[in-house]
């Protein structure tokens, strides 16, 4: 009784009820004018507001109902009209209605919240939009009424009676605003609104706003290309990247939000932001640039550089797929002249009706600011979309078909079944021998020409690059139809099976990939990478190549000069044998992503060869031996992917071992008869294991016994011996520190960590002696047979032996020499069938003397070893001798998933050889390691023997 008294003044113990809003309430009655005393209390009453209006939404109704009927909005707006201390009392204001929208539910509350049309009134309001705390809360507070917006409703923010539609029109003002978050959530806004379906306000956006909007907004996202231009003019040593980074990803930004408007599929609003790009961005600032130097006679300013002009447009094609738009721009590019660039061709290729005549494409500022444009198109009784009617035009009309043959306008007549019927009725036969035998020119098409010229191999690739991108991009887009690439012969992701293509193209291509495999190669990485893809395209339909015998030899002549090349780095030291891994590995790890590629701001400067930059290693130039050695790695394994699609071939030979085929960890293994050596496991936190050591032809195993079979274990670990680090211990003569590191990609940042780090304590030190033998020498032969795995790839000459793990020393001359010649005789057609250059990846074929790399004789002592016929007993070590003597004229060798292929040896070498090979077997150890995988390795010895060649993991025998 004493507190309703007093009014409510009296604050209510629990902050969450409906008495402690009207005790709220009471505060803002007696506090309606701000003054530096109380700003601070009406800031924590607003707040406090918003918090039991949150909680009422969810358990108490009232709570709005005492809100509304009190009319609680009208003191926020009071508050904001006053000055004294006006920003800190409508920040949060801001705030609080921020927050209340965010976390509101229930609709009906919503609607209490925007009746009365207080909101609309708090858009309009003058806030001071200087102070940046003002700014952030006001955009974000519109941005999150933005994701309010549906049909139901959508009423209470546009008023068709009156034309208004403030949320909208207010944010679209910020549009160009310093602050990118600003800007971005005008993008946002904007978007949301577009989404709504409501004819009629969707109506009041095309007719009222389009055009002013737009024509900003494409001027807004020119002056940022001018931008992008002068950072690269002036940028050539790669001071200002971090600017250059951020100004291209704002304009990318821009391109992924007029997509997203695009794709909205809003017929009138599509019509209107497509003209404004095409002739007022695309024709007058990207065709002119890219193609300035080829048309004279063509004066228009401002332009950037072809370079910068090639990379704006590649970024259209991979990121816009809007049809009529991007059609349109496809077709000038591909079959357009000059007169793209007159008020006749602007009426020509028009998108959308127009009541007045157009006028000339050119990049220029609108005639007045956003706000003044807005102002008088709203008050103004014209209907941008009521001219549709007026002007239909078969030329229009096309657009959106654009493109059966070259050109959508000018249409020869013979050319298109909608001209010609007879052409309607020919069988597809005769339509692929017509296009086959179509001659293909560049006359009169001066922006082809110029994108063709750019494919040029000068001193770089820095045209190159962009060029291909821009034919790659053209290929994969979805917009735009086959026949319109078909027309020049280029084939695009969707055309069926072809039988020609464009020759010039082709051979342009292939003199820049020959270009890539010479040495000191000024081709970056990514640009072999965009082109094989993009030649991919052009020749390869369902796995069968369409490609030209001159053509492919130019092909394979390519690869041949990457393969001399990469001989010339090819070593017995251990990082070549690592490096090949690696960049196998990591070239392999995921599909290229041209469209994330070519977002890269550093491709716009010219190619450098520092790593200091911090670019990316395939798209610089290499920097010292390693680098180049990488390189010539990566176009090795380009050029030989290339060779075997065009001959609709699989690599069967990378990578150079399977890791699937090993042993794993949980394999049961048959331990009888087999070499063990017990071991304490001491890891570096102290845990210690008892395992038993197990050193294979590849791998290093620890197994510890299995506790339901006898004489069988289960493997606890597995690592590749070629990864293998051992060291002794200083102290202790029974212990070794073992490392077996984990196969990481040569691009990898930080030491990688290791699989296997610990100290293996043996019983003596004379097992731990021999264990360390073990594993040094299974580490020695493991690479040594990667590295012969190796020269095979190379074709190297077959002077290379066991005894010489590295070639001569040929000189690059001398080998390419040698590659001409054959391919020389090739041509003449003197070499054999087998000789063909479709035969020179993977052949294989033995001629002359052959004997196997490998054999028992060569065993790491104390590995695995075969057991060839149970029937015949032990087999004894001279047994053994005379078998192994007996496979040396075996062709090839297979073993663990590593195919050991012969390399024919010269009588001479042979016989020097033998006195090593003998005394290497007589360091061997007589007993052998057999294990067996799964319970289906209990068989016969027919089984036993017919399952020698096969992985360790199906229950093999192992042989070394």
């Known amino acids: 009784m004493l507190r309703k008294a007093f009014g409510g003044l009296w604050k209510p113990k629990n902050p969450h009820s409906l008495d402690h809003l009207k005790y709220l309430y009471s505060v803002l009655s007696k506090n309606q004018t701000v003054n530096d005393s109380n700003k601070s209390l009406l800031v924590e009453t607003i707040r406090s507001i918003a918090e039991i209006l949150i909680w009422g939404d969810q358990n108490d109704s009232s709570v709005f109902d005492f809100f509304l009927e009190r009319n609680m909005h009208s003191f926020f707006l009071k508050f904001m009209d006053q000055k004294t201390g006006n920003n800190y009392v409508c920040v949060q204001l801001l705030q609080t209605l921020n927050i209340l929208f965010e976390n509101i539910r229930n609709e009906t509350s919503i609607y209490y919240l925007l009746s009365n049309n207080h909101v609309n009134s708090i858009i309009v309001h003058k806030f001071d939009f200087s102070d940046e705390e003002v700014m952030a809360y006001y955009i974000s507070f519109l941005k999150t009424l933005s994701f309010r917006l549906n049909k139901h409703t959508i009423h209470f923010f546009y008023n068709e009676h009156t034309n208004d539609f403030p949320l909208y029109t207010e944010a679209i003002k910020f549009f160009n605003h310093s602050e990118s978050m600003v800007r971005i959530a005008v993008r946002t806004l904007s978007l949301n609104v577009y989404r709504v379906e409501d004819d009629r306000m969707l109506k009041f956006v095309t007719d009222k706003t389009a055009a002013p909007y737009f024509s900003n907004l494409v001027w807004f996202i020119g002056n940022h290309i001018l931008e992008i231009d002068d950072c690269v003019r002036n940028d050539a040593d790669h001071k200002s990247m971090n600017k250059l980074r951020d100004v291209v990803a704002e304009h990318l930004d821009h391109l992924h939000y007029i997509n997203d408007i695009l794709c909205l599929n809003i017929a009138s609003l599509n019509r209107v932001l497509s003209d404004h790009l095409l002739n007022r961005l695309f024709i007058p600032l990207y065709i002119y640039s890219f193609a300035r130097n080829s048309i004279p006679t063509e004066e228009m300013k401002p332009y950037v550089s072809p370079v910068v002009a090639l990379f704006l447009l590649c970024q259209v094609f991979l990121i816009i797929t809007h049809v009529p738009l991007v059609r349109l721009l496809a077709w000038i590019i591909i079959a357009g002249d000059m007169e793209v660039f007159t008020e006749r061709g602007a009426t020509l290729y028009a998108t959308s009706p127009r009541k007045k005549g157009m006028v000339k494409p050119s990049f220029m500022a609108p005639p007045e600011p956003l706000d003044k444009l807005l102002s008088k198109k709203i008050l103004s009784t014209d209907s941008d979309s009521d001219s549709d009617s007026e002007r239909v035009s078969p030329v229009a009309s096309s657009v959106s078909e654009l493109t059966k043959l070259p050109s959508p306008f000018h249409m020869p007549e013979p050319a298109s079944p909608e001209t010609d019927p007879s052409l309607l009725s020919i069988t597809d036969e005769e339509k692929q021998l017509l296009l ?156 290229i992503n041209f469209e994330f590629v070519m977002s890269d701001a550093s491709l716009l400067l010219p190619p450098t060869g520092t790593p200091l930059t911090g670019i990316d290693f395939r798209k610089r130039l290499p920097c010292g031996e390693v680098e180049k050695a990488r390189k010539a790695i990566r176009t090795f394994f380009l050029m030989r992917n290339l060779s075997l699609s065009l001959q609709g071939l699989k690599e069967t030979s990378l990578p150079l071992s399977n890791p699937d085929s090993f042993v794993q960890a949980g394999d049961v293994l048959d331990l009888n008869n087999s070499d063990l050596l017990a071991v304490t496991v001491v890891f570096k936190d102290g845990v210690r294991q008892r395992r038993f050591l197990v050193v294979d032809l590849m791998q290093l195993i620890l197994i510890e016994p299995d506790g339901h079979r006898l004489g069988w274990g289960v493997a606890k670990f597995s690592g590749f011996l070629q990864d293998l680090e051992v060291n002794s211990d200083k102290d202790d003569s029974r212990c070794l520190y073992v490392t077996v590191h984990k196969p990481s990609s040569g691009n990898s940042k930080g030491t990688p960590t290791p699989l296997l780090s610990a100290a293996f304590t043996f019983d003596d030190h004379i097992r731990c002696m021999a264990a360390k033998q073990r594993l040094t020498k299974g580490r020695t032969k493991a690479r040594q047979r990667k590295m012969h795995l190796i020269a095979k790839l190379l074709e190297l000459p077959t002077t290379v032996g066991t005894a010489c793990p590295s070639p001569p020393h040929h000189t690059l001359t001398s080998l390419r020499q040698g590659a001409q010649a054959r391919r020389a005789r090739m041509v003449s057609g003197t070499v054999t069938p087998t000789g063909s250059p479709r035969h020179s990846v993977d052949t294989g074929v033995p001629t002359g003397s052959y004997r196997p790399l490998f054999n028992a004789n060569l065993r790491v002592p104390g590995a695995a070893a075969m057991v060839r016929a149970r029937e015949a007993g032990r087999v004894s070590p001279r047994r053994s001798r005379d078998r192994s003597s007996s496979r040396e004229s075996s062709p090839a060798l297979e073993s663990d998933g590593i195919r050991m292929e012969p390399i024919p040896r010269n009588q001479e070498e042979r016989g020097h050889d033998g006195d090593a090979l003998e005394a290497q077997e007589e360091t061997s150890f007589e007993g052998g390691t057999t294990w067996y995988v799964g319970e289906g390795a209990e068989g016969s010895q027919a089984e036993d023997v017919a399952c020698a060649s096969d992985s360790p993991r199906r229950g093999a025998v192992h042989d070394v």
């Open 436 to 591: 086959s035998e179509a001659s293909f020119s560049l006359e009169n098409r001066p922006f082809l020409s110029a994108l063709f010229s750019a494919l040029d191999y000068k001193d770089n690739d820095y045209f190159q690059l962009f060029s291909l991108c821009l034919i790659y991009a053209m290929q994969v887009n979805t917009g735009i139809n086959k026949e319109l690439l078909e027309s020049i012969q280029i084939p695009s992701k969707n055309s069926s099976e072809l039988h020609f293509y464009n020759k010039l193209l082709v051979e342009k291509m292939i003199k820049l990939a020959s270009a890539g495999c010479q040495y000191d190669s000024r081709v970056r990485l990514v640009t072999l990478e965009i082109l094989i893809t993009s030649l991919k395209l052009v020749v390869i339909r369902d796995d069968k190549s369409n490609l030209m015998d001159e053509h492919f030899a130019e092909v394979e002549g390519a690869r041949e000069e990457s393969t001399l090349i990469l001989r010339n780095f090819y070593k017995s030291e251990e990082i070549f044998l690592d490096m090949f891994e690696d960049e196998f590995r990591e070239m392999n790890k995921k599909p």
